[in-house]
């Protein structure tokens, strides 16, 4: 049920109650071009040859509003569900890259610029992506980003959303994106650290089944060797 709808049927009933939660994710057609000619993967081209064997993970939060004891846990949840799916041997955390870029003010002025132009415009410039991946030593860039949280004295009073990138720094091209959100009404505020917690779990689990290998492709794969 489209969200105009949602609410249309909650204020049709009456109902204070109601919330509703938004998923969108998408593969890059541009991306899937570039990888089929670059790599000599046409026809063939699974969503795990989108993957390097490094990347460095992100996080930005555009609203001082986030709660300090919810950054934390967010954090760590995400970083530990991508390690855990065991898709990149090589995930550095964001404090690590954070520390590297402290050591290079011109790269780090570079990095805020290109992340800040990502998250808000979604464009990634090659110039900025590519040195920022060589100086980092990673392939790609994966970065988790919380683009709006529940302010009852903001512009935005209800609506909490994340978002995911990943970027292949080589090209700078934006290989997948995926966005969760959820409206929250006033009794759903409080709870607003509890909820975000599991669109995070949701956000990362859309990234699993994007790039995991399919159990059927697996065996295909597997009896050709044979």
């Keep these: 049920m489209k969200r105009s709808t949602f609410f249309l049927f909650c204020l049709g009933l009456g109902l204070s109650s109601c919330s509703a939660t938004l998923t969108s994710e998408q593969i890059s ?13 046409a026809g063939t081209l699974q969503n795990r040859d989108f993957l390097g ?13 986030v709660p300090e004891d919810v950054k934390a846990p967010m954090e760590a949840k995400v970083f530990a569900a991508v390690e855990q ?14 520390t590297r870029l402290q050591e290079d003010r011109q790269m780090r002025v570079n990095s ?35 683009s709006l949280w529940p302010c009852p004295t903001c512009s935005n009073k209800s609506t909490l959303r994340l978002k995911l990138r990943l970027v292949d720094a080589s090209s700078g091209l934006i290989l997948w994106t995926a966005g969760v959100e959820q409206e929250l009404f006033d009794y759903e505020l409080g709870a607003a650290p509890e909820i975000a917690l599991e669109l995070a779990n949701n956000l990362t689990q859309l990234f699993d089944e994007r ?16």
């Design 112 to 146: 805020e610029i290109y992340l800040d132009s990502l998250t808000n415009v979604a464009v990634s410039d090659k110039d900025l992506a590519n040195p920022l991946g060589q100086y980092l030593n990673v392939d790609d860039l994966l970065v988790f980003h919380v």
């Design 85 to 98: 799916m065991g898709f990149f041997p090589v995930l550095l955390r964001n404090e690590d890259l954070n």
């Design 53 to 65: 064997l490094s990347a460095g993970f992100f996080v930005l939060l555009n609203h001082k509003e």
């Design 211 to 226: 790039f995991k290998v399919k159990w059927h492709k697996a065996r295909f794969a597997n009896l050709a060797k044979g």
């Design 29 to 41: 057609k541009t991306a899937e071009r570039h990888f089929e000619e670059t790599k000599g993967l």
